[in-house]
């Protein structure tokens, strides 16, 4: 079982940035599938940004493109997710996850469903002020 746990989060001006770190324990977070979704106040939890750890591809979902990025330290057993150019839609608990693994990704994209997606940290906040 992996375990999960997210920090970085924090309060910012539209325009400002954060990152925010997934420090992964307890298996090895190595090929496999990583994500950050969020859930703001009355929304479905959506897919932030995957990356599949054996090759480091990403995706992005449409609405942070060219504003956030998600990389990987496996030495450090940690996922980041930089983010800048933060708007108040930006506002949201932010959740990093453990998804399926294998060499299957290398010429797939990992899934964007959360229920893809087996173990859950317990969130960050981040609040963006206008």
């Known amino acids: 079982q992996v375990r999960l746990v997210e920090s970085g989060g924090g309060s910012v001006q539209a325009g400002g940035s954060l990152r925010l770190s997934c420090l992964i324990s307890?298996?090895?977070?190595?090929?496999?599938?990583m994500g950050w979704f969020r859930q703001a106040p009355g929304k479905e939890r959506e897919v932030v940004a995957t990356?599949?750890?054996?090759?480091?591809?990403?995706y992005y979902a449409d609405s942070v493109k060219g504003r956030f990025t998600i990389s990987q330290d496996l030495g450090e057993m940690t996922v980041y997710l930089h983010m800048k150019s933060l708007t108040p839609e930006d506002t949201s608990r932010y959740f990093c996850?453990?998804?399926?693994?294998?060499?299957?990704?290398?010429?797939?994209?990992?899934?964007?469903?959360?229920?893809?997606?087996?173990?859950w940290g317990q969130g960050t906040q981040v609040v963006v002020s206008s």
């Open positions: 990356i599949y750890t054996g090759t480091g591809r990403p």
């Open positions: 996850a453990a998804g399926p693994r294998g060499t299957w990704y290398q010429e797939r994209a990992c899934p964007t469903s959360q229920r893809d997606y087996s173990d």
């Open positions: 307890g298996d090895t977070a190595r090929g496999a599938c």
